[in-house]
């Protein structure tokens, strides 16, 4: 949690979208930024980048407001994938409220998809963030290319874990908000049971999924 | 320091200076506004137009407002109040000011996230590399330490392989020493025998004569023979003093009966203590083993030493005879050098648990305590050049350790040392295997 101001109303989170290098967190995020309506939203914040690769992080700021008066932001990051950008991973991930694992589908990233969950793994450990207790949807992304790894091969590995899987092509622009809306509620989850959501700001879980990812 | 956290919220004022926005006031001033100045989200003014110049500008009821946003959240507002008539104007310059506020804003914000970000991966990058150049250096370190070390242990197992050099020249040297000792005893035996047999001999014929003088001696007496004859008989019996002779021939028997039999004993001492058949393993009387001992080296103890032993019931010792001759050859000869004059030597011999063992006291000058860690070293030496050789007690040390046991030196704080050699009664140490 970034902050949390009672006094203030104001509440305000984070979104990590993690994952290997071209697994393709930032068109999430433009296909989420271009799918929210644009009261519940600002601009999508790109910080520089080269040849289209992220290497400081994207930001997607989304608003709400609570019958309380309670003001919720919300802010949605994506990490750079690439191994030497470890650091600035490291940077972005403190104090997430809730991380997007985006794994590209197709079989021959497995390799990476593993690294780079091994990574988040280690560098939740390095930044205090409890990998048990933190909202965590794992996307399988690229769903429209050959060669993908089939749902029949990923429930049984996953469901077992407990961590929700989303299946979505960003680049279609579908399983995006799905994915979103399965993490804001998992978020949801753990907010109302430390700051009571419904009953001291009057927002039910619908009503903040509702207001956050409407269609 | 606190660490910058992505995300974190910025006021607008943090973000930009008032440098920055001062041109869009100015250019709504120019516009036609009578006052123009940026709020924040509580209405306090950030920033106004030169010629607005007041602190706590005066609300009234022809001002227009335009809100500036940030990460699409309204964070304040671009106020301003027409002239007279250019209103309209005025307006759309505020809103222009407003929007364009928005975006330098943004794109400062963007500056901000992109320049702290940079600064946090340096430093943490820095951080790491140092604590990496730390643990480098402390690998570098222990490596270093491990060669200094290195260098230690190889000297001393050169300097180990030395000594186990010269105990293996020192056994071969006892063992050609034992086999011309085992020579020289048979040699030595055989004319012994007839020395011993004929003197025996000489004896009983020499005291045939001596009973004959005496019968002659009678009749001399008796007056039995020619008076002239008589008296040359009994001066030429004076002259070779046969009288004294008579008497003193049992002793001179004796003495050379006795010599002969010390001459046999020291030969089969020798051929027991060289053990030519060192090889075997037999069952070895510890006592017997420090006579034995003793007597071989009877001539090296000075004169007037007491030698007292304390020989408890110790069971054989199934061993090689050899090396225990050996170890208690250099223990007794090692106390027996330690004074000239009024040398006590305590030996004792006991049993321990499964251990034999036996200890060697001297009431000698002891051990300075910082020779004691050498002196079961080959060629350490006390005594002056020449005249030892440095290799007695790192023989005893080798014999007791082939055989399982072990030697210490104790020191008495009364003086003295004490040789205490321990050998497993059961023979089950090395002895075997070597």
């Known amino acids: 949690m970034i902050e949390y101001d009672e006094s203030e109303k104001r509440l305000v989170l984070k979104i990590v979208y993690y994952g290997p290098a071209l697994s393709g967190k930032t068109t999430n995020l433009l296909r989420l930024h271009d799918l929210l309506p644009k009261e519940g ?24 407001v609570a019958p309380s008066g309670l003001k919720i932001k919300l802010k949605a990051f994506t990490v750079p994938g690439q191994v030497q950008h470890d650091q600035t991973r490291k940077a972005v991930l403190q104090r997430a409220d809730g991380i997007v694992f985006v794994a590209d589908s197709r079989r021959e990233e497995a390799r990476n998809n593993l690294e780079s969950f091994s990574n988040l793994e280690r560098n939740m450990a390095l930044v205090g963030l409890d990998f048990d207790r933190t909202p965590l949807v794992l996307q399988f992304n690229k769903r429209d290319l050959p060669g993908i790894v089939p749902e029949s091969e990923i429930r049984p590995v996953w469901d077992p874990t407990g961590i929700p899987v989303a299946l979505a092509s960003a680049k279609e622009g579908w399983g995006v908000l799905e994915t979103f809306r399965r993490i804001a509620g998992r978020m949801y989850d753990a907010l109302d049971r430390r700051i009571s959501l419904r009953d001291r700001h009057g927002l039910g879980r619908e009503a903040f999924l509702g207001r956050l990812a409407a269609r | 320091m606190i660490d910058f956290v992505v995300g974190e919220e910025r006021a607008l004022a943090e973000i930009l200076s008032a440098g920055e926005v001062a041109p869009l006031l100015e250019a709504v001033a120019d516009a036609g506004a009578s ?33 500036v946003f940030l990460e699409g959240e309204e964070v304040g507002r671009v106020v301003a109040a ?136 009678k009749l001399l007496e008796k007056g039995a023979m020619p008076p002239e004859d008589a008296e040359n008989l009994r001066s030429l019996r004076g002259r070779l003093r046969i009288d004294a002779i008579c008497r003193d021939i049992p002793d001179l028997i004796l003495q050379t009966m006795e010599g002969a039999e010390r001459v046999r004993r020291i030969v089969s001492d020798l051929r027991g203590f060289s053990h030519v058949n060192e090889g075997e393993i037999q069952e070895v009387d ?39 001759g050996v170890a208690l050859l250099h223990l007794l000869r ?98 075997e295997i070597r």
């Open chain 1, 41 to 64: 939203r600002g601009d999508l914040m790109v910080l520089d980048t080269k040849n289209d690769r992220t290497i400081f992080f994207d930001l997607l700021p989304l608003l709400l």
């Open chain 2, 35 to 67: 006052s123009v100045r940026v709020e924040d989200g509580w209405k306090r003014t950030l920033w106004a137009a030169a010629e607005s110049g007041a602190a706590e500008p005066q609300r009234n009821a022809g001002e227009i407002s335009f809100p």
């Open chain 2, 82 to 217: 027409g002239k007279e008539g250019e209103s309209a104007a005025v307006s759309r310059a505020a809103s222009i000011a407003a929007r364009a506020v928005t975006g330098m804003a943004a794109s400062a914000l963007k500056r901000m996230l992109t320049t702290e970000t940079h600064v946090q991966v340096v430093r943490r990058t820095h951080g790491e590399l140092l604590e990496s150049f730390r643990r480098l250096e402390a690998s570098e370190r222990s490596y270093r330490e491990l060669t200094e070390t290195l260098e230690a242990k190889v000297r001393e197992r050169t300097e180990e392989l030395k000594e186990a050099m010269s105990r293996l020249l020192q056994k071969e040297t006892m063992a050609s020493i034992g086999q011309l000792a085992a020579g020289v005893a048979h040699e030595i035996n055989n004319p012994m025998g007839f020395v011993a047999s004929n003197i025996s001999t000489l004896g009983r014929y020499v005291q045939r004569l001596v009973e004959v003088d005496a019968a002659l001696e």
């Open chain 2, 286 to 324: 510890i006592g017997g083993e420090i006579e034995r001992t003793l007597r071989v080296i009877a001539n090296e103890i000075p004169p007037g030493t007491a030698v007292e032993r304390d020989l408890g019931k110790v069971p054989p010792c199934r061993c090689r005879p050899g090396l225990v």
């Open chain 2, 334 to 431: 090692n106390a027996f050098q330690t004074r000239r004059e009024g040398l006590a030597v305590r030996i004792r011999a006991r049993a321990e648990g499964r251990s034999a063992v036996i200890e060697v006291e001297d009431n000698g000058p002891g051990i300075p305590r910082e020779i004691r860690s050498d002196i079961f070293k080959p060629f350490f030496t006390t005594k002056e050049v020449g005249v030892g050789k440095g290799l007695g007690l790192s023989v005893a040390y080798d014999a007791a350790r082939t055989l399982g046991g072990a030697i210490e030196a104790v020191c008495p704080e009364e003086g003295g040392a004490v040789f205490r050699l321990t050998l497993p009664l059961k023979g089950d140490g090395h002895a």
